[in-house]
C-alpha cells in the first residue's frame, strides 16, 4: 500500500562555517509562526498543504557540530571515524540535540539512548534526528541493483580500524563520473517505480529513513568524499527532490537537480590553503542550503505564500535513523570489514523480504475495511448503527450469506452468495455510504481523489469473499475487472432504486422491459458480478479485437450495455448468467485454455455448469446447436450484446477489405498535399522510434520507452493512428478487379 508521511518540524540556530576553526555565532530563539494549511496546484490536480510554518532552521555553528563530534567520539559504544563524525554532525539540523543523545549519564548499554537493534551475529547502534535533505546521498537501491542498469555499482568495502568494524561502507568508484552517473541513475530510476511526492508535499515526511557514514572512494586517485547514504527510503529521498525540483520534473529532471545540489562545491579563494575535497563540497552543499533558504524567505515575504517557498519548508528535512556504532556477538558468522554491511542488509531484510509488501488486492481489502470501519463509528444518515455494524459483519465474514435477509431486514431475500453480492454493492453505492466510505479510503490512501473504477476495485474483494477459493484460477481477471468498474455502470449508480428479491432473475425481465429501475439495476449488478466472476467479462475487453471480442470496453460500460432500456437480450444473459451461478465452482466457459471445450466435472454430484448464449425465438430462451445442446456463452457474445449497433459497425469495417467498391475518383489536390505531409511525419515517428529501440540495446533494463504510463500515452497514440487509418481504407485492387471479371469475360 502506499505510505503515509505527516507532521511538522522546526528549529533554530545560526551560520557559521564547517570545521575549519570560524566563530560561532549567537544563538537568536524565536517563536515559530502557528501552523498553516494551504492548497497548491500541483501537477494535474490540487494538494492540501498542512503544517506549513514560515520559517525555517538555519545552518548550525561550527562550535555546535564540534559538541556533538566529541560526544560522538567519547562514547564507547559507537564506532566511527572523526571524518564520519563530521559528516554526521553535518547533517544533522540539531547538533545540540544529537549530543544529548552521545553523552552517557551511566555507566553501562543499558542506560545509552542509542538505538540498540539485533541482527544475526551483531548490534547495531543507531541514533533518531531530523537531517537535511542535501546531506544525504542514495546508497545502493535494492530495487535497481537487481536490474541490469547501464550504470555499474560500486563497490563496497568495510571500514574497519583498530578498534574493529567501524559503522560505515567504503562505495568505489571508477572516477567522479561514474559516482554521479550512478547517484543520478538511481534517483531517476527510483522514481519510475515509484513516488510520494504529493504525500510529501502535503505533509512532510516523518517516517525515518535508515542512514549511516560512507566514504566514496574513487580508483584514479581522486581524494575520497564523507557523506550520509540512505540505505532504506530511497523512494522518500527521491520523492523529496522530486518535491524540490517541481510539479512539472520528470524522473531524469529531478536526478539532475539533485546532482546539481548534491555535487556542489565551493571554490577555492585564490591564495587561500588547498582544502579537501570532503569540505569542499560539504561547503558547496552549505551554500546550496543557503541558496535554498534565501528562496524560501523570499517566498514568506508577502502575503501569499509562494509554491517554491512550500516545497522548501515541506522537503528539506528528513527525519532520520543513523547508525553509528556496530558490535560483533561472541561466536557470529562474521567478523572485521564484512560486519556492519551484512547488519544493515539484515536490518533492510526484516523490512522488505520477511514482511512482503500487500498485493493490490490484499492493499483494497485493508483499505475498503478500515475505511468502512470508520464509516461505521461516525455514522451516515439513514442507517441506525446496529444495521451499519450488520452490514460491516456481513462485508468482513464475520457472517454468512446466509445472513443476508437479517442484516437488510427483509425476509423475501435469498441468503445466497449472489443475492450477498447485490445488496452489499447497492449498500455501499447509495449516497450516504458512498462518499463518506470514499473519503475515508482518500485518506487511508493519501489520495486526493477516487474515480468509480478506485472505488469499484474496493469493492471487488468484498463481494468475492465467498467463492475466492473455488474460483482463484480467474480471480485475477475479475479482480482486473472490477478496478475496470466492476458493475459500477451509470444507472448502477443513480439513487433511485432498490434491489427487486426473487429466486428466478428471468421473472425480472418482463418488468425490466416495462421501465422497471429496479428490475433492471438488479439484473445488471446480479448478471454483471457472475459474468466477471466466471471471466466472462474481462478487464477492458478486445486486446484480440475481432476474435475475442468485437471492440473494446470497459467492463462497467459492457455491463451497463447489456442492461440497456430495450436490449431484451442483453438482459436474458444477464438474467441466465446469475441463475446458473454456482460459488462453489467455475463453469467450464472459464476452466481450459481451449476455450469452451466440453469436460466432465466429476466433482459435481449434479454434473457441470455452463453459462449459455440467448436465442429469444426459443421457448426456454436458450440458443442450441443442431443437436439440441446449449451453445457455450462466450466473450465476443456478451460484448456483441452490450452494444449491437456499435458491434455491427466494427464488424463492417473490419470487413470492408472483402467487400466490393467501386473505383475512387482522383483525389483533390490538398487531400494528397495532406496525406504526403502524414507520410512524413510518420516516417520520422518510425525513426525515433527506431533510434530509441536501439538506445535501448545498450541501456539493459533501463526501458527505451520509459515508464509504463509513458509507454501507455505512445502507444495509445499510435493505436488512434491505427485505427483512423483502419476504420478508413480504401479497397484493395483485388477488390475491384474480381468485381469487373464476369464484364471484361462478355468484352472479350
Known amino acids: 500500500m502506499q505510505e503515509d508521511f ?93 549530543a544529548s543523545q552521545l553523552r552517557q549519564q551511566q555507566s553501562g548499554a543499558a542506560a545509552s539512548m542509542l538505538v540498540e537493534e539485533h541482527v544475526d551475529g551483531a548490534t547495531l547502534r543507531s541514533v533518531h534526528a531530523r537531517v537535511w535533505l542535501t546531506e544525504l546521498f542514495p546508497g545502493l ?21 583498530g578498534q574493529g568494524p567501524q559503522a560505515a561502507v567504503r562505495y568505489r568508484y571508477r ?74 520534473a520528470t524522473p531524469e529532471q529531478t536526478a539532475t537537480e539533485a546532482m546539481r545540489l548534491l555535487l556542489a562545491e565551493r571554490p577555492q579563494r585564490r591564495g587561500a590553503a588547498e582544502r579537501p575535497l570532503s569540505q569542499r563540497m560539504a561547503q558547496g552543499r552549505e551554500d546550496v542550503l543557503a541558496e535554498l533558504r534565501g528562496e524560501f524567505l523570499k517566498g514568506i515575504a508577502g502575503d501569499q505564500v509562494s509554491l517554491k517557498a512550500i516545497q522548501i519548508a515541506q522537503a528539506s528535512v528528513l527525519p532520520a535513523q543513523i547508525a553509528v556504532g556496530v558490535a560483533a556477538h561472541q561466536g557470529g558468522p562474521l567478523r572485521g570489514p564484512d560486519l556492519f554491511d551484512d547488519a544493515v542488509r539484515s536490518i533492510l531484510a526484516s523490512v522488505h523480504v520477511e514482511f512482503k509488501a500487500w498485493d493490490p488486492a490484499a492493499q483494497n481489502v485493508e483499505v475498503g475495511t478500515r475505511a468502512l470501519k470508520r464509516v461505521v463509528r461516525t455514522g451516515v444518515p439513514d442507517w441506525a448503527p446496529a444495521e451499519l455494524q450488520d452490514l460491516y459483519d456481513l462485508v468482513v465474514g464475520r457472517k454468512q450469506p446466509s445472513a443476508t435477509p437479517d442484516v437488510f431486514r427483509d425476509i423475501r431475500i435469498p441468503g445466497t452468495p449472489l443475492w450477498r453480492a447485490v445488496y452489499i454493492v447497492h449498500a455501499l453505492t447509495r449516497n450516504g455510504c458512498f462518499e463518506a466510505l470514499k473519503r475515508h479510503a482518500k485518506e487511508i490512501k493519501g489520495d486526493k481523489q477516487m474515480k468509480v473504477a478506485g472505488f469499484a476495485s474496493l469493492l471487488g474483494p468484498m463481494v468475492d469473499l465467498p467463492w475466492r477459493a473455488a474460483k482463484q484460477r480467474v480471480l485475477k481477471q475479475a479482480r482486473n475487472a472490477w478496478g475496470n468498474g466492476g458493475v459500477l455502470c451509470h444507472d448502477v449508480l443513480q439513487q433511485d432504486w432498490e434491489p427487486a428479491p426473487t429466486r428466478d432473475f428471468t421473472t425480472l425481465i418482463g418488468r425490466a422491459m416495462a421501465g422497471d429501475r429496479d428490475a433492471r439495476n438488479t439484473l445488471a449488478v446480479a448478471g454483471g458480478v457472475a459474468l466477471i466472476a466466471d471471466k466472462l ?31 431484451e437480450k442483453g438482459l436474458w444473459t444477464l438474467a441466465l448468467a446469475a441463475n446458473a451461478f454456482d460459488a462453489d465452482r467455475l463453469p467450464l466457459n472459464a476452466l481450459t485454455e481451449k476455450q469452451f471445450e466440453r469436460r466432465h466435472d466429476s466433482a459435481a454430484a449434479d454434473g457441470p455448469y455452463e453459462l449459455v448464449a440467448v436465442d429469444l425465438a426459443a421457448p426456454d ?19 456483441f450484446l452490450s452494444d449491437p449497433d456499435r458491434a455491427v459497425l466494427e464488424e463492417e469495417a473490419r470487413g470492408s477489405s472483402d467487400t466490393s467498391a467501386a473505383a475512387e ?19 520520422l515517428a518510425r ?35 491505427q485505427n483512423v487509418l483502419f476504420n478508413h481504407a480504401p479497397s484493395a485492387p483485388g477488390d475491384e478487379e474480381e468485381e469487373l471479371g464476369d464484364d471484361e469475360d462478355d468484352v472479350y
Open 537 to 567: 467479462i474481462t478487464r477492458n475487453v478486445g486486446s484480440a479485437v475481432g476474435t475475442t471480442v468485437p471492440f473494446r470496453a470497459d467492463v462497467h460500460k459492457v455491463v451497463g450495455g447489456l442492461a440497456g432500456v430495450g436490449n
Open 6 to 98: 505527516h507532521g511538522p518540524y522546526g528549529a533554530h540556530f545560526s551560520h557559521a562555517q564547517d570545521q575549519d576553526g570560524a566563530e560561532d555565532a549567537t544563538e537568536v530563539p524565536r517563536e515559530p509562526d502557528p501552523a498553516e494549511t494551504l492548497k497548491v496546484e500541483w501537477g494535474d490536480g490540487e494538494v492540501t498543504v498542512t503544517g506549513f510554518e514560515r520559517f525555517l532552521p538555519e545552518q548550525s555553528s561550527a562550535g555546535e557540530r564540534s559538541k556533538a563530534i566529541r560526544a560522538g567520539l567519547s562514547n564507547p559504544y559507537t564506532a566511527l571515524s572523526e571524518d564520519a563524525w563530521h559528516a554526521v554532525a553535518r547533517a544533522v539540523v540539531h547538533p545540540e540535540a544529537l
Open 621 to 639: 430462451r436458450i440458443s442450441r446447436d443442431g443437436a439440441g445442446a446449449p451453445v457455450p456463452l462466450t466473450q465476443y457474445e456478451v460484448v
Open 665 to 683: 475518383k482522383s483525389i483533390p489536390e490538398q487531400l494528397d498535399e495532406e496525406r504526403r505531409s502524414l507520410g512524413t511525419r510518420l516516417d
Open 141 to 161: 537501491q535494492p530495487r535497481t541493483g537487481q536490474e541490469s542498469l547501464p550504470t555499474a555499482d560500486p563497490d563496497v568495502l568495510g571500514v574497519v580500524s
Open 175 to 248: 572516477d567522479r563520473a561514474h559516482w554521479r552517473d550512478h547517484i543520478w541513475q538511481t534517483i531517476a530510476y527510483t522514481l519510475r517505480i515509484n513516488r510520494y511526492d504529493e504525500s510529501i508535499l502535503a505533509r512532510r515526511v516523518t517516517r525515518a529513513v535508515i542512514a549511516h557514514p560512507v566514504v566514496f572512494e574513487f580508483e584514479d586517485g581522486t581524494e575520497p568524499v564523507h557523506a550520509l547514504a540512505v540505505r532504506d527510503g530511497i523512494t522518500r529521498l527521491a520523492s523529496a527532490w522530486r518535491v524540490i525540483a517541481g510539479p512539472e
Open 687 to 721: 525513426e525515433s522510434l527506431e533510434r530509441l529501440v536501439a538506445l535501448g540495446t545498450e541501456s539493459g533494463t533501463w526501458h527505451p520507452l520509459g515508464s509504463y504510463e509513458e509507454w501507455v500515452k505512445l502507444h495509445t497514440a499510435a493505436l488512434e493512428i
